[in-house]
């Protein structure tokens, strides 16, 4: 796990080879990434260098080095140092003696290396331990010239490291099972000042000190739950806003900084503490705290969250603060991911935003979390969604649960796209997650992708300054339509040429996507495709299924084929021109057909996508009861667990047999290479959920049938090679058995559970 940014003294020594030198190592930083940019404008790794002595001091011939085998490695230009003064040297690798700016030919390890300071002499004055540094952290003497050193995260490079405080905590944020009294330390002795409502401290706020005592605070009243985010529900399409029906869990939030002579001397620092007697295991998922003023999200005038000075009750759908874009409209946050045993995921400053369209007016919010360098951390680096190799996000959205057109189920999109996840088209994971904002619980929220140039690069590789989106006026994407407007695609001359400027293949897959969930709301809206710049080819993002999954005899052939002047919506004759026209292609046709039959043959097979519903229905399920006692939504536990099998079961059980019906009669087909009645007797046979699937190797087993006493669980490769195998196992009725595989590489196992009472044999799929 990254290391957190609890903060820890090295208070030993170094070791000086030679005593009283006048010219030290002061302070360094390994991991520049926001702290100073060099004259090319890049955070380059840096070393500042002080005088002690009273005389200024020329270093023509010093050296410096990270290697001691090499300790000659950078040699010092004609300059001199000043008395009592600093030198800044980037450590970049550039080497450059002839500009404004020195830099070293080599750079410096943030996993931790020393730094050698040879004389003209060619002797050792000084070096410094090595040390592990993270984002921003810069590892300096205490007090200029001092033999005490500290990592920091308030680095002070080219200036006295007196002028930045730091703060030393007892207790690092996180889960507690019993109450305790929280110690704070000033390193320069400073006042310190704190706040427990989210406010940024200052000398106006609480003076710590002593301790603080932190307790248990679920039974205190409910506060900012309490503010409406809604008008009244007549006035809205989504879930309005209600106060919670009981009162909710609470955190300890606090934010401190330190102060002198009426200047802010330390950073803010901010912290969650979560005590409970029950905490450990509480929660079978992540949680995010949301930490910032108040009046950033609920005051009338300034306020994110709320109707405010911008709702209009004569256009209630559309209006609101909620509905306010771009920059004047973000405000400052502080977000800390959890585990979910309560270990600091990562912790920051960062920039929040209300997202989505007509979803902005339901009572819950989606969130949109930017890292800014402003900020203090240009990205949040670290695996916000397990299913992906992407440890650096610029962005990422909070969805919410109440964005599908009606039913209460919160995991229409997020099956969607998850059943699709094998086809050839750009989709979003998730990860649900806990959210409190301000220490109070705020329910499930789910992690997203941002679909954005960024989404483009860590998915495919591709700078995102070579990535475009089709936006209104487009002029590749308009050059196109009107060649197809100009051109008939019933000539495959014209065909082959529409085919260098779209991914074939992906546009196929998306539009089966969307044409089997029948997405109401498309292809007049939720449309996303991009190529790479100057020539790539256009492909497809599937974004936002919510309106999917409504009548399973839906005929979306029809729907998606309409030419009709007079609509505009949710298929206007320009969003369905492009499968339109190709539909006049014979081998665009038998490509369709043929795809979309291997597709319900294999992807869209009901017992593969009722295992996935089940899945994440498993994950959402622990936490729907807490959910529901916040938000009165959905309605239940037994209306969400109705919602899903008449929704979303019985629409998979369904959907396959009318598409094949849809598709028979719209291509005037006698023969469809599918045959749906087969596949009805595999929806029941799911009687152990595994869950989540696709996983990184870490997952767990649901009984949800009968219990299963004495077994014997094997898990082989594709080639038959036993892998994991254990005896004597239990798994009661309705109850887990968690495996860890993360030691296997990426690849599709088999796992057998065999007892005298119960057999069931199930793939996983592994990626990390």
Sequence with gaps: ???????????????????????????????????IQDEDGDFSDWIEFYNTSNSPISLLNYSLSDDNNNLNKWIFPEITILPHSYLLIFASNKDRLDTTELHTNFKISSSGEKLYLLNDLGTIIDQTNSVNLSDDESYGRIHDGDTSWIVTNTPTPNSSNVTSNQLIFSNPEGFYTTPFSLIINSLFD????????????????????????????????????????????????????????????????????????????????????????EIIGKYTLPIISLITEEENLFNPD?????????????????????????????????IEYFEKDGNLGFSQDAGIRIQGGKTRQASQKSLRLYARNEYGKKYFDYRLLPQKQVNKYKRFILRTTMGAWGG???????????ISSSLNLDYQDFQPVIVYINGEYWGIQTIRDRIDERYIEYTHNIDKDSVEFKEWGNIAYENLIEFIENNSLEYNSNYEYVKTQIDIENYIDYTIAELFFANYDWPANNMKLWRKIPDGKWRWVLYDLDAGFGNESYNMFDHSTKNDSSVTWPNSPSSTFL????????????????????????????????????????????????????????????????????DLLSFLQKRPCAVRDNIMTFFNLTNFDFVCNSNINKVNNNNLILAPNPNNGNFFLFNNYLDIVNATIIIININ?????????????????????????????????????????????????
Excluded at 2 to 26: A, D, E, M, P, R
Excluded at 317 to 322: F, L, S
Excluded at 738 to 759: C, F, G
Aim: aromatic fraction near 12%; charge should be negative; glycine fraction near 4%.
């Design 302 to 334: 300034s306020g994110i969250f709320v109707p405010g000075i911008n709702f209009d009750i004569n256009n209630p759908e559309w209006t609101g603060n909620y509905f306010m874009h771009g920059d004047n409209w973000e405000r400052d946050i502080h």
């Design 1 to 35: 796990m990254k290391k957190t940014l609890i903060i820890f003294l090295f208070l030993f020594l170094s070791n000086i080879y030679v005593k009283g030198q006048s010219v030290l190592i002061n302070e360094f930083m390994a991991k520049n990434e926001t702290t």
């Design 720 to 768: 038959g090679q036993i892998l994991y195998k254990e005896d004597n196992v239990d798994i009661m009725k309705n109850e887990r058995k968690y495996l860890d595989l993360s030691n296997l590489s990426n690849n599709v196992y088999i796992l057998q559970i065999i007892s005298d009472n119960y057999s069931e044999q199930k793939k996983i799929i592994i990626t990390k």
């Design 408 to 418: 209460q189920t919160i995991i229409k999109d997020a099956l969607a796209q998850n």
């Design 579 to 646: 499968f339109r026209n190709l539909l006049k292609n014979e081998t665009f046709q038998s490509l369709f057909i043929n795809r979309y039959a291997d597709i319900l043959n294999n992807d869209f097979d009901i017992a593969i996508m009722t295992n996935k519903l089940d899945s994440i229905k498993e994950l959402y399920n622990p936490e729907i009861t807490k959910h529901i006692g916040r938000w009165n939504y959905p309605n239940s536990f037994n209306s969400w667990e109705e919602a899903i099998n008449d």
């Design 190 to 277: 400073d006042t310190i000042y704190y706040t427990l409502n989210g406010d940024i401290p200052t000398e106006n706020s609480n003076i710590f000190t002593d301790s603080l005592f932190i307790n248990n605070k679920n039974s205190q009243p409910n506060i900012i739950s309490e503010i409406p985010t809604t008008p009244e529900q007549h006035l809205i399409s989504y879930k309005a806003w209600e106060s919670p029906s009981e009162i909710i869990d609470k955190a300890t939030i606090l934010r401190c900084a330190s102060y002198r002579n009426g200047q802010r001397t330390s950073k803010i620092y901010t912290k969650t503490f979560f005590v409970d007697d």
